[in-house]
C-alpha cells in the first residue's frame, strides 16, 4: 500500500495513545507540527518497544514518513502500533496516526512511519529481546 492510499477504517484493537491536538501544538497556518506528530508517534512505538522488550528501549532508527492529510486544532489522533519483526536486540515497529474531526466522525489516516528500537540493559547497553 502506498502512502496516498488511504484504507477504509484505521487498524483493528485498541490505540497505543490517543490525544487531542492543542493550540500550543501549531504552526502559523493552524495546522499540527509534524515534529509534535512524529514525537507521538514515537512514544507510541516506545511503548510498544518497551512492552516487547520487558525492558528500557531507545529509538535508533525511523524510516521515512509522508504527511498525506493535516491535523487540526482539536482533531482526536490514535495511534496504533504493531510489532513488525525482532532480532536479538531490536525489533521494528509499525506506527500509523489516525485523526478523527473534532465534530464529527470523519477518520482518515494521517502518516505511517517504522521505528527501530534497541533493547538496553541498565547500563544502557544493548541486551536481548526476550523470546516470546
Known amino acids: 500500500m502506498t502512502a496516498r492510499e488511504q484504507p477504509e477504517q484505521p487498524p483493528e484493537g485498541a490505540p497505543v495513545?490517543?490525544?487531542?491536538?492543542?493550540?500550543?501544538?501549531?504552526?502559523?497556518?493552524?495546522?499540527?507540527?509534524?515534529?509534535?506528530?512524529?514525537?507521538?508517534?514515537?512514544?507510541?512505538?516506545?511503548?510498544?518497544?518497551?512492552?516487547?522488550?520487558?525492558?528500557?528501549c531507545a529509538t535508533v532508527a525511523v524510516e521515512a514518513m509522508s504527511f498525506i492529510s493535516p491535523v487540526r486544532v482539536g482533531d482526536e489522533v490514535s495511534l496504533y502500533a504493531e510489532v513488525l519483526s525482532t532480532g536479538r536486540t531490536s525489533m521494528r515497529i509499525r506506527v500509523e496516526a489516525w485523526r478523527r474531526e473534532r465534530e464529527g466522525d470523519h477518520t482518515n489516516r494521517v502518516t505511517t512511519a517504522v521505528f527501530t528500537f534497541v533493547a538496553l540493559d541498565q547500563t544502557g547497553r544493548s541486551r536481548p529481546v526476550p523470546l516470546v
Open 17 to 56: 495513545i490517543r490525544i487531542t491536538a492543542m493550540p500550543a501544538d501549531t504552526n502559523p497556518a493552524g495546522d499540527i507540527f509534524g515534529g509534535w506528530l512524529m514525537g507521538m508517534m514515537d512514544m507510541a512505538a516506545g511503548s510498544a518497544a518497551t512492552r516487547r522488550a520487558r525492558g528500557r
